[in-house]
């Protein structure tokens, strides 16, 4: 087969051995570049093989990699890659239908390379020069056999906080669940022995309706992800190891709606009068969540390898689905909820995550707030009539500005206006302290719905917040009120500083000792800080101690030495334990010789 370029009349064939040599001949490049530490050929997974295979597809023979002189690919290894990356994605383009996969696989990794070697500044421009080669190319997920989801001009993919994540135009999306660039394919799938085939032995797609009045429930097992969004959130109506599963009667009709759109694989749907409603309108988005899923919304095509769309299985529908991310689901591509049996993990929060991170981003706080101005003020005799008139975005917009308070991206600032437009928004207005305590109650009863954090810390902090920003609120809201103008939207932290995993919970199992077997300085041995005292102190010790001092700086330690010694005396620190009276005996002799480092 010796498909033709319509632009050039240059065969596949032959552009595809050319891009390949220069593939080739830049590895080679950037290989002699790299240090000792590094390992591999930087292109050999990513770019070379995906070309090569591209390349037998078509007919064309094998290309062997050429003797490369030492400055060929040294001189400009940026403009080398930049080159090479707008080349195969014009070659992408310009095939019709579309070229070989390999070709789609091979432009997204350049591509992301490209990107990685341009300075920050010219970063927009890089994606606007592959936006425009690849312009007229339609928005969707092809699934590559036996590799990763190979998404085209996706106009927005974010992380589970909602933050975008920056990917290019022809991106990669990782499926066998162990890129070490996660959520993008580093080319691993060659090498581990991937599969994207089926399991014989999944569960079946079969749709069950369970009737009920005036709504019925729709659900398919077969392509359910597990998420827990139904049975977390309405238990009364999907009831975990209970049959029958669903019970449409367990609650009203809109917040079994509201669960059911919630689903994100698509498992669950409603009837009215026999008749499924159509989609809501989302614009499309593809959500990367947390040691989970792609949950993907927005009606974005998914094809195969053939470019055929994906079949989903009865009743599933079109505008939102999960696909795997772990490399274990029972029904590639699609999700059946392995990653929660495989342990599949991304990399750990951080360990002091702000209130933004903990509540779970913008799409917790925006499901918050939504389940506040939806459920719970229109049927309010109080808040109803106050907000009757509110615009269609508001829920957005307080999700917005709660966003940007708990510590998160400044969206409210950079979108609404800031800490100003929100002192005019209540400018006026004469709110009462009986609209306060009632808004106060009702939002925090729609955070439960809402599935937000129930640890003391983060509620702490969530109630004095709306507390004091409701008070605010009052406060500028009456007549003759003079609030400060050009403020900063607050920043909101931790009440006292308790970050979560500072407190050991009186339900947890028994903490682990995890310095029980340290080895204790002889008698007659020099005590120093780094050697002997820190590795005393577990992670534990110092997270529960961090609103006073780090129990891992020298500093701080030895300018609270006496009372740290008379705690560890009495028994009372650690929390969970007293030391023994030979680690203590350590740190008092510490003490004695001055606390040295």
Partial sequence: MHRRNPVTGASIPSRLRSLLTRAHALDHGLTRRMTDADAGEPLRDTVIRPLAEALAEV?????????????????????????????????????????????????????????????????????????????????????????????????RVTDRLGEPIPVLPQTALCRCGESTTKPLCDGSHAQNGFTGAKDPGRVPDERRTYPGAPVA??????????????????????????????????DRMDEIVRTVRACPSGALDYLIDGRSPPPQPRDPAIEVSQDGPYRVTGSIPLVGADGEPEPRGPGAP??????????????????????????????????????????????????????????????????????????????????????????????????????????????????????????????????????????????????????????????????????????????????????????????????????????LPTEDQPIGFAEHIRPLFREMDRKSMSFMFDLWSHDDVSAHARAILARLRQGSMPCDGAWPADRVDVFARWVDEGAPA
């Fill in 59 to 155: 007919g064309g023979s094998a290309v062997e990699p050429e003797p490369v002189e030492p400055t060929a690919a040294d001189a400009d290894p940026a403009g080398l890659v930049r080159t090479l990356a707008a080349d195969v994605t014009r070659l992408r383009a310009e095939v019709d239908p579309a070229p070989p996969l390999g070709v789609q696989e091979a432009a997204a990794a350049l591509q992301h390379l490209a990107w990685l070697f341009t300075d920050e500044d010219d970063r927009a421009a890089l994606v606007a020069e592959f936006a425009a080669l690849q312009a007229g190319l339609p928005t969707r997920i092809r699934i590559a056999p036996n590799g990763p989801y190979l998404v085209t001009n996706a106009p």
């Fill in 217 to 250: 429930v729709t659900d398919n097992r077969g392509i359910c992800a597990h998420s827990g969004l139904c049975t977390d959130r309405l238990s009364t109506v999907f009831r975990q190891k209970e049959e029958p599963f669903v019970a449409p009667s367990g």
């Fill in 318 to 519: 079109t505008e939102h689905y999960s696909l795997c991310r772990c490399g274990h689901s029972q029904n590639k591509p699609f999700c059946s909820g392995m990653h929660w049996y495989v342990n599949f993990a991304d990399p750990p929060r951080s360990e002091e995550p702000t209130l933004y991170e903990w509540a779970g981003g913008l799409p917790a706080l925006t499901r918050m707030t939504h389940i506040f101005y939806d459920k719970y003020v229109p049927q309010d005799p109080l808040l109803g009539p106050l907000f009757a008139r509110m615009a269609p975005d508001h829920p957005e917009r307080v999700a917005a500005w709660l966003v940007e308070t708990f510590g998160g991206p400044k969206l409210y600032t950079e979108q609404y206006g800031g800490y100003d437009h929100m002192v005019s928004e209540h400018a006026g207005k004469a709110l009462t302290e009986e609209w306060r305590t009632r808004w106060t109650q009702l939002i925090g009863r729609a955070a439960d719905d809402a599935g937000l954090p129930t640890d003391a810390e983060f509620r702490a902090a969530f109630v004095a917040y709306v507390e004091w920003g409701s008070r605010i609120a009052v406060e500028n809201s009456q007549p003759g009120a003079r609030p400060p103008a050009h403020m900063p939207v607050p920043r909101w932290w931790w009440v006292c500083g308790a970050t979560p995993g500072a407190r050991v919970s009186a339900l947890a199992p028994a903490a682990t000792e995890e310095t029980r077997e340290t080895p």
